[in-house]
């Protein structure tokens, strides 16, 4: 089992929609998330930060937390076509200091 | 302010030589950590410093991949007699606390 998994995609929504990206994580005990947004030949860019259970909300973005569920996910409202990138969820891993632990990502396409 | 800093951008190299990627983090972030990401690969990290130290050495692939970090501010990670499956994108990240923010990376090609 992967230390934090995520569909690969791609996922196709319309312009106007809701987007939502899920990520699960292997290990409990982990606190610290956060989701990046990478377009494709630039680096990560972090969207949001999420270390407790339930909604954070930033603009359009939510990021959802079910540390029972070992679960995260980002929701983008709203979707536009310059949303269309992957997006990586990433975990600082219990006992790993501040290191992150990356997904493989998903790539989103907003379609006009 | 001005973000993560990273040179060179692109780097070709012929197999067998040494190269040298600098990073310059953000200004007051205390921790900065190196990724690489090969193509069609995650985000695969190689080493975190704190201040000078390095306490976490443990995803640098082999010996001939070494980094150190002078005055708590600029690191330089250097790759001996690299190898073709060096050839990926060189990713420095800072923080002050949890959050990392990237740099635009270093493109390295070995031929």
């Known amino acids: 089992q992967k230390e934090v998994e995520q569909n690969s995609g791609p996922l196709s929504v319309p312009e106007g929609a809701i987007a939502s990206l899920n990520c699960t994580y292997s290990?409990?005990?982990?606190?610290?998330f956060f989701w990046y947004r990478q377009y494709s030949g630039k680096s990560p860019e972090l969207i949001m930060s999420?270390?407790?259970?339930g909604d954070k909300e930033d603009g359009r973005f939510t990021a959802q937390l079910n540390k029972a569920s070992q679960y995260v996910s980002l929701l983008i409202r709203d979707s536009q076509p310059s949303d269309s990138a992957t997006y990586l969820c990433a975990v600082i891993l219990t006992g790993t200091a501040s290191k992150l632990t990356f997904g493989t990502g998903t790539r989103l396409q907003v379609t006009l | 302010g001005a973000g993560v800093s990273q040179s060179p951008s692109n780097k070709v190299t012929e197999k067998g030589k040494d190269v040298e990627l600098r990073c310059d983090p953000i200004s007051g972030h205390t921790a900065l950590y190196w990724y690489r990401q090969s193509l069609g690969q995650g985000l695969e990290f190689l080493i975190y410093?704190?201040?000078?130290?390095?306490?976490?050495k443990s995803g640098l692939p082999s010996d001939r991949f070494s980094a150190e970090r002078t005055g708590g501010s600029v690191s330089t990670l250097t790759i001996q007699r690299t190898q073709q499956e060096d050839s990926a994108v060189y990713l420095c990240?800072?923080?002050?606390?949890?959050?990392?923010?990237f740099g635009p990376g270093t493109r390295l090609l070995v031929l």
């Open positions: 999420i270390y407790s259970n």
């Open positions: 290990d409990r005990g982990s606190q610290s």
């Open positions: 410093f704190q201040g000078n130290s390095a306490p976490d």
């Open positions: 990240a800072s923080s002050l606390a949890d959050s990392q923010y």
